[in-house]
T-cell receptor
Framework: DAKTTQPPSMDCAEGRAANLPCNHS???????VYWYRQIHSQGPQYIIH???NNETNEMASLIITEDRKSSTLILPHATLRDTAVYYCIVSLAEYNFNKFYFGSGTKLNVKP | DGGITQSPKYLFRKEGQNVTLSCEQN?????MYWYRQDPGQGLRLIYYSQIVNDFQKGDIAEGYSVSREKKESFPLTVTSAQKNPTAFYLC???????????FGPGTRLTVL
């Protein structure tokens, strides 16, 4: 079963920041938070992941609360191409192997 | 060009027939996975393999079979025992030097 809770949908204006929340209140100390997105009928695309510190890469920023029970994915300047379903996943990052449980995700609609 | 390939992109089968979906990766990853996705839902794990000649059932393995004879290949057979096989099938892989899974483009299977 998915260990995360996300809103089913969100809207965002093009050029504005998109902030996607995720609750993971039962996360254990050695589980990472991963974010993926899936554009219709394509394979999920990796975005970012983190353990407890905030992370940033060329695609997005990940903010994890101090108690690690929730996180926010930030797309700083959303474009129409960012319209997709965004999945938040918690999982151990074992050497060579991890196991993901996907929930239903958040459908982000970026509007002109 | 490195990555994960799945073939074919679209597959049609008559009810009662077995069909095999291909997944190949040239990333030198040890772990490989098969997921199923139904419309409007997240991905569910069918089978996974952590190493060549070894694989384990995921959450919805009934009606499916796999083999892992080579590191780069992890074919999935959808058997006639699978009661509702029409779905989008995704393959993924993970290596030792990366914390995350990388997904192929998917195969859409339709049973006529």
């Amino acid at each position: 079963d998915a260990k995360t809770t996300q809103p089913p949908s969100m809207d965002c204006a093009e050029g504005r920041a998109a902030n996607l929340p995720c609750n993971h209140s039962t996360i254990s100390g050695n589980e990472y938070v991963y974010w993926y997105r899936q554009i219709h009928s394509q394979g999920p695309q990796y975005i970012i992941h983190g353990l407890k510190n905030n992370e940033t890469n060329e695609m997005a920023s990940l903010i994890i609360t101090e108690d690690r029970k929730s996180s926010t994915l930030i797309l700083p300047h959303a474009t129409l191409r960012d319209t997709a379903v965004y999945y938040c996943i918690v999982s151990l990052a074992e050497y060579n192997f991890n196991k993901f449980y996907f929930g239903s995700g958040t459908k982000l609609n970026v509007k002109p | 060009d490195g990555g994960i390939t799945q073939s074919p992109k679209y597959l049609f089968r008559k009810e009662g027939q077995n069909v095999t979906l291909s997944c190949e990766q040239n990333l030198n990853h040890d772990a490989m996975y098969w997921y199923r996705q139904d419309p409007g839902q997240g991905l569910r794990l069918i089978y996974y393999s952590q190493i060549v000649n070894d694989f384990q059932k995921g959450d919805i393995a009934e009606g499916y079979s796999v083999s892992r004879e080579k590191k780069e290949s992890f074919p999935l057979t959808v058997t006639s025992a699978q009661k509702n096989p029409t779905a989008f099938y995704l393959c993924a892989s993970k290596g030792a030097v990366t914390d995350t899974q990388y997904f192929g483009p998917g195969t859409r299977l339709t049973v006529l």
